[in-house]
């Protein structure tokens, strides 16, 4: 079965550091990968999206990630973190040939930023 | 443009009841995707529907249903309300089954 692992729960950064969220996914294709923010009461804002092609992806608010089939992962990267950036992370899948686009969602990463 | 809105915002239930969850989908977009988030998890899919049938339903037991109506908007019905149905509920439109745009939710709480 397809699943989606973010094994950090709480992450804090400093304002203005980097930052990098974890996510490994399982699943024998290779699927379809997002990353979504969510902040207190919202709901879920797509950062970036990873379907083929090169495998370092830009998104919204500077983040980017990078897919590596070797090692089942997507990591989310920002070189300096802003304190807006506090919210909820989700790393997500999608089987490429599921037509119903069905979203594989991990338990999340909540991002705190120190001033 | 208007986005994905979802009602009511706020809903409590008592066990056993039922209750009716409302989406409308971004202009254009002739799809609804329905997820359950439960307190510090991520989004389940529950299910989708795409032109007004089911298009995929992901591991939810029958008495959670749906209806999607011809301008595409769509509802969320669950029977038999259980304590462990309390959650945010979310609502997402796409044009085609392609990208996703997320309502704000609807946070249901069951007593």
């Known amino acids: 079965a397809q699943s989606v692992t973010q094994p950090d729960i709480h992450i804090t950064v400093s304002e203005g550091a980097s930052l990098e969220l974890r996510c490994n996914y399982s699943y024998g294709a290779t699927p379809y990968l997002f990353w979504y923010v969510q902040s207190p009461g919202q709901g879920l804002q797509l950062l970036l999206k990873y379907f083929s092609g090169d495998t370092l992806v830009q998104g919204i608010k500077g983040f980017e990630a990078e897919f590596k089939r070797s090692q089942s992962s997507f990591n989310l990267r920002k070189p300096s973190v802003h304190w807006s950036d506090a919210a909820e992370y989700f790393c997500?899948?999608?089987?490429?040939?599921?037509?119903?686009?069905?979203?594989?969602f991990g338990s999340g990463t909540r991002l705190l930023v120190r001033p | 443009e208007t986005g994905v809105t979802q009602s009511p915002t706020h809903l409590i239930k008592t066990r056993g009841q039922q209750v009716t969850l409302r989406c409308s989908s971004q202009?254009?977009?002739?799809?609804v995707s329905w997820y359950q988030q439960a307190l510090g998890q991520g989004p389940q899919f529950i299910f989708q529907?795409?032109?007004?049938?089911?298009?995929g339903r992901g591991n939810f037991p029958p008495r959670f249903s749906g209806l999607q109506f011809p301008n595409y908007s769509s509802e969320l019905n669950v029977n038999a309300l259980e304590l462990d149905d309390s959650a945010l509920y979310l609502c997402a439109s796409s044009l085609d089954r392609n990208e996703q745009f997320f309502g704000p939710g609807t946070r249901l709480t069951v007593l």
């Open positions: 997500a899948v999608a089987p490429g040939m599921d037509s119903s686009y069905k979203l594989i």
């Open positions: 202009s254009g977009h002739n799809t």
């Open positions: 529907y795409y032109r007004e049938e089911e298009n």
